[in-house]
T-cell receptor, first 109, second 115 residues
Framework: TQLLEQSPQFLSIQEGENLTVYCNSS?????LQWYRQEPGEGPVLLVT?????EVKKLKRLTFQFGDARKDSSLHITAAQPGDTGLYLC?????????FGTGTSLTVIP | ETGVTQSPTHLIKTRGQQVTLRCSSQ?????VSWYQQALGQGPQFIFQ???????GRGNFPPRFSGLQFPNYSSELNVNALELDDSALYLC??????????????FGPGTRLTVL
């Protein structure tokens, strides 16, 4: 069972374009994390958001946690080929993390 | 500070066999979670150990079992392997085991292929 749905599932864009990935649920999470994963490797933590409405920026990446702590978004400005990968959101509820379905991003030079 | 490590990196087994995967948690972390990830999909939670006891389990059959040792390293055991068990198995560790906010960090994974 996937508590978190991500959209889009696949995204292929040109270098320099902007994009937004969405992570939605009907469940409330005490915190939410975003990861980037490359083929054959484990997910690498990008950010953790905790407070409803919180916005965090990491260079060209902007993360937002919904006011009700049920959804989140990741916005990338001026995408670069190095941003290519599988982006995963994961929400913490109780003492367990639940992962989203994933968004596979390809940035074409 | 040493990160999360997993062994082996790759493994090939045949249907019906048993397998043991190992994970060393990051220094200072007492909680270990195991995930199964099919290609191109998000990780699915298998179970979690906190201070040597299982304190959470996902929708996986009993032939998936685990252990956590006093040094907080962990094992995932899968009996009677099936073709659908082929996947990347990920281990993640973090501090704490209750509902408090904390961050988890992943190992590189073990790629299991069942023939």
């Amino acid at each position: 069972t996937q508590l978190l749905e991500q959209s889009p599932q696949f995204l292929s864009i040109q270098e320099g374009e902007n994009l937004t990935v969405y992570c939605n649920s009907s469940s409330v999470f005490s915190s939410l994390q975003w990861y980037r994963q490359e083929p054959g490797e484990g997910p690498v933590l990008l950010v953790t958001v905790v407070t409803g409405g919180e916005v965090k920026k990491l260079k060209r990446l902007t993360f937002q946690f919904g006011d009700a702590r049920k959804d989140s978004s990741l916005h990338i400005t001026a995408a670069q080929p190095g941003d290519t990968g599988l982006y995963l959101c994961a929400g913490l509820t109780g003492n367990q993390f639940y992962f989203g379905t994933g968004t596979s991003l390809t940035v074409i030079p | 500070e040493t990160g999360v490590t997993q062994s082996p990196t790759h493994l090939i087994k045949t249907r019906g066999q048993q397998v043991t995967l190992r994970c060393s948690s990051q220094s200072g972390h007492n909680t270990v979670s195991w995930y199964q990830q099919a290609l191109g999909q998000g990780p699915q939670f298998i179970f979690q150990y906190y201070r040597e006891e299982e304190n959470g389990r996902g929708n996986f059959p009993p032939r998936f079992s685990g252990l956590q040792f006093p040094n907080y390293s962990s094992e995932l055991n899968v009996n009677a392997l099936e073709l659908d068990d082929s996947a990347l198995y990920l281990c993640a560790s973090r501090r704490g085991g209750g509902s408090s906010y904390n961050e988890q960090f992943f190992g590189p994974g073990t790629r299991l292929t069942v023939l």
